[in-house]
């Protein structure tokens, strides 16, 4: 990691750069797969899988067979984890259901809000480095919570033309059926646009490296929702003397490792603790097998020297971090001077891991500065909220006039006449 004293405000938009790849090339070849996808659907997934994935797929669907298979390929301990997970992940989704709240706003003018699910999904579950079964966890729960009739779930294959069987049983677990070989830009342009085999959505959902990212943010110019830009993994961690260098390395690598173009940050005020964590993270890195992937995202990282914890939050601010960790004291005392992160973890013994798997909380988050204007994937990303009024007699009398007033002001005339009709007739009536 780079190490830096704490800068001038100049400097912080570059130093909160992404280690994006050239944006041009990535730019120019996802358009052009969009473009042979949208004309030539199958065979263009299926020869971008060759090219990507190097395999030759016959079938881009996942048959029954296959997933029978898959769920004797899971040991059991991992099934029970999986399923525990689920479990706070349930519990967590599910308590973000909202009651129905009908609000008298002037008496007699009842309005209220109802959510109704999007009926037809796709979920983008990555697996180029890493088969990340806990991303399908994270959007197959909420979506049946919410109601999501139709899902269907893209993956790239491996060499042998096969989806990872915890993949397989996870889907299964969330009831999703409908499962396709087929990852990258790709993967999105064919929920996008619909081909022979996948269906088109109406929302595409789920985290992936750099092609998918911008994929999807190109799905939005053909009439596509997205849930957010959720790309390379990151995480900025704030530590101070009562951190433990052992701890906070072991998380700064915990997402060092998703990819070589993860970014980690740490910031302290103390230097002391700064140097004792860079040791750490020698010493750790020598022993995680994806340690060459981890050694090129630390290239990519800093840490930073602040003269206080507010300088640090401060900075973390602006950064707007996927992932951010208050390794400090009392932890909880800095809560509300957060305002830009995309899922915050407390304390000493709240690894960001316990985030990416088990604590409930959602791992699709917004990365790349998006926490300034986006949320994590929950609940109300596979919703609508549809929201009605039920205006009575008394209650058009009662706001009637300042409507004639408003649209008349805006020259609406039908709109304002929408209104003295009804105030008319009620006047006949009485
Ligand atoms: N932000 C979040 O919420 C979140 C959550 C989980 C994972 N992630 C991130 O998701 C990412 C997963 O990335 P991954 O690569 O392991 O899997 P992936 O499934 O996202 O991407 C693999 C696919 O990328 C495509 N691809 C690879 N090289 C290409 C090239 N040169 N040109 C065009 N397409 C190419 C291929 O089609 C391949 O199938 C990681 O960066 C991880 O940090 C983010
Ligand atoms: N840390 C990732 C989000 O950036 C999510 C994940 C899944 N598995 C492991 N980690
Ligand atoms: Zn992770």
Not at 36 to 60: H, M, N, Q, R
Not at 242 to 269: C, R
Request: aromatic share 8%; net charge negative; with cysteine.
């Amino acid at each position: 990691m780079k190490q830096y004293k704490y800068p001038n405000i100049k400097d912080w938009k570059s130093l909160c750069e992404r280690p994006l790849q050239n944006q041009e090339n990535l730019s120019e070849q996802v358009k052009s797969i969009f473009d042979e996808v949208k004309i030539s659907g199958d065979k263009a997934l299926k020869l971008y899988t060759e090219k990507f994935d190097g395999v030759a797929l016959s079938s881009l669907k996942v048959s029954e067979i296959e997933i029978e298979e898959a769920k004797n390929l899971v040991s059991d301990d991992l099934k029970s984890a999986i399923k525990i997970a689920s479990e706070n992940i349930r519990k967590f989704h599910a308590s973000q259901q909202e009651e129905k709240k009908i609000i008298e706003t002037t008496e007699g003018v009842f309005c209220w809000r109802e959510s109704r699910a999007i009926e037809n999904i796709g979920i983008y579950i990555p697996g180029g480095t890493a088969p990340l079964f806990s991303t399908v966890l994270m959007l197959g729960i909420p979506a049946n919570i919410a109601g999501c009739k139709n899902i269907a779930l893209c993956s790239p294959p491996d060499k042998d033309g096969k989806i990872n069987p915890a993949i397989l049983f996870t889907a299964d677990l969330v009831g999703i059926k409908n499962i396709f070989k087929v990852g990258g830009s790709q993967a999105i342009a064919g929920l996008t646009f619909g081909t022979e085999t996948l269906p088109k959505v109406d929302k595409i959902f789920g985290p992936g490296n750099q092609y998918v990212t911008f994929a999807k943010q190109l799905a939005l110019n053909y009439n596509m929702a997205i849930d957010i830009p959720a790309g390379p993994s990151e995480v900025l961690v704030i530590a101070d003397e009562s951190s433990i260098p052992e701890f906070v390395a072991s998380d700064l690598l915990s997402q060092a490792e998703h990819g070589t173009d993860s970014q980690v940050i740490l910031l302290s005020n103390s230097e002391t603790i700064i140097n004792e964590i860079n040791i750490e993270i020698e010493r750790q890195l020598k022993e995680l097998p994806r340690h060459e992937i981890a050694k090129i995202a630390l290239q990519n990282s800093k840490s930073i020297l602040s003269n206080s914890i507010d300088e640090a939050i401060d900075f973390s601010n602006f950064y707007a971090p996927e992932h951010l960790i208050l390794s400090i004291e009392n932890a909880e005392n800095f809560t509300d001077k957060i305002t830009n992160a995309g899922s915050v973890f407390l304390g000493n013994y709240s690894p960001e891991s316990a985030g990416d798997y088990a604590s409930g909380t959602n791992h699709t988050l917004p990365t790349n500065g998006f926490a300034k204007n986006y949320s994590g994937v929950s609940l109300d990303s596979f919703v609508k909220k549809i929201t009605f009024q039920n205006i009575t007699k008394n209650g058009i009398q009662n706001i009637g006039k300042n409507i004639e007033l408003m649209a008349e002001a805006e020259e609406l005339m039908a709109h304002k006449n929408a209104v003295s009709v009804r105030l008319k007739y009620l006047e006949n009536e009485n």
